[in-house]
C-alpha cells in the first residue's frame, strides 16, 4: 500500500514502550508496558527487522530504533482492530 506520493506510509512511533499511565494506544502509536519480554522487543529491533502485529494481520518493518519508541513502515496487512 503505497501513499500519494508512491512512499510505503510510515508510522508514528509505533510500537512504543508507554512513558506513564496516560500514555495511550491512538492513531499511529502502539504503546506496551514496559515488561522484560515488551522492553526485549524493542531493544532488539534494528532498522529492517519486519514485526507481525495481531497475529499477522499487519507486518511493519523497523526504520528507527530511538530506545523506548521504534519508527516503522507499514508493509502489508490490514487495519488493526
Not at 15 to 36: A, E, F, W
Not at 54 to 73: A, F, R, S, W
Not at 74 to 79: A, E, H, I, P, Q
Amino acid at each position: 500500500m503505497l501513499d500519494q506520493s508512491g512512499n510505503l506510509p510510515t508510522l508514528d512511533s509505533a510500537p512504543g514502550i508507554s512513558k506513564d499511565d496516560q500514555d495511550l494506544i491512538r492513531p499511529g502509536r502502539i504503546t506496551m508496558k514496559p515488561t522484560i519480554e515488551q522492553n526485549a522487543l524493542v531493544k532488539a529491533c534494528k532498522p529492517g527487522t519486519p514485526l507481525l502485529l495481531e497475529d499477522g494481520i499487519m507486518e511493519v518493518g523497523t526504520m528507527e530504533n530511538g530506545h523506548l519508541d521504534l519508527k516503522m513502515v507499514y508493509l502489508v496487512g490490514y487495519s488493526l482492530r
